[in-house]
């Protein structure tokens, strides 16, 4: 996704999948017996006889599916343009754009415009982003940052945007494609629910989320898009997955942000909703390209 996502920016702006960033766990309904970072063997995802992430472009269109309230827009669009590449050995390269214009109950339409460049190593260690958040053709908001997580001690973060900082989070934070990684590991085990701490960068590039996931049993009726009839995808497990995302320490109050998508067992999503609180967007794929990638690794 992802992603995760790769998706998540605040009403108005974007919302950057985090599913590739799309964003993932593993437990049992129970957040002390969250995991830390995948062992080897899982990390290095394809070489250990599980399947390896597919490298592939997709392309969802957004429609408005449900609005609440005299603050939703009456009427959105928008589409979503994503591309996922590398391998547990090269590290994953995520590339994401996604327009949204809203029509609000009063007032001119809104369009905004998010851009989204990140890499992250294979094994979670790394993580650098670069994202650009354009509303109404006004200038962009940036975020650019790396992350790096030592063997020990608290993951390190330089920002270079908005200003240069320098934070410190927990150990135990997973990156986006890493979180991947665990809601997969959690859906083959037959785990349903699973309680972890993210950091994708988004917002000011200075928050950790505190995420709550629930993935479903495997759905066994066919997808509805043409983009996903492939050969590579007919007999592929898929599960439905749920993520909501809170502000760390506040997950006793309603989620900032909901996504929820159908997950392929290689980390294609489909049916995405994008649920921002007030008002909850669509998104069916249209298009979809398998990309070649290495199947050898001498890691």
Not at 139 to 153: F, K, L, M, T, Y
């Amino acid at each position: 996704m992802c992603s995760t996502h790769v998706l998540r920016r605040r009403a108005l702006q974007a919302a950057p999948i985090c599913f590739a960033a799309l964003s993932l766990f593993f437990s049992q309904a129970n957040a002390a017996n969250a995991p830390g970072p995948l062992p080897p063997s899982q990390t290095q995802s394809g070489f250990d006889g599980s399947m390896p992430l597919a490298a592939h472009r997709a392309v969802y269109d957004l429609t408005l599916f449900k609005a609440v309230g005299s603050k939703s827009p009456t009427s959105a669009r928008g589409r979503i343009a994503f591309d996922f590449s590398g391998s547990a050995c090269d590290g994953y390269v995520q590339n994401f754009r996604q327009m949204t214009e809203l029509q609000p109950a009063e007032g001119p339409t809104r369009i905004s415009d998010l851009r989204s460049l990140t890499f992250e190593d294979g094994e979670g260690r790394s993580f650098t982003f670069k994202t650009q958040t354009q509303v109404d053709n006004e200038q962009a908001d940036e975020v650019d940052g790396h992350a790096q997580r030592p063997s020990q001690g608290p993951i390190s973060v330089d920002l270079v945007k908005p200003k240069a900082a320098k934070l410190d989070f927990d150990h135990d934070v997973l990156f986006p494609t890493e979180h991947l990684k665990y809601i997969l590991a959690a859906a083959r085990s037959g785990k349903h629910v699973l309680e972890v701490k993210v950091y994708d960068g988004s917002d000011n590039g200075d928050k950790i989320y505190a995420t709550t996931t629930i993935i479903g049993n495997a759905i066994e009726a066919p997808a509805i898009e043409k983009a996903v009839h492939i050969p590579a995808l007919e007999s592929m497990r898929r599960w439905p997955v749920t993520i909501s995302y809170f502000d760390e320490g506040h997950k006793d109050e309603a989620p900032n942000y909901i996504l929820s998508f159908d997950l392929y067992e290689n980390g294609v999503s489909r049916a995405l909703r994008l649920d921002y609180g007030d008002f909850v967007l669509a998104g069916e794929m249209t298009s979809l390209e398998l990309l070649p990638q290495s199947t050898s690794c001498n890691k």
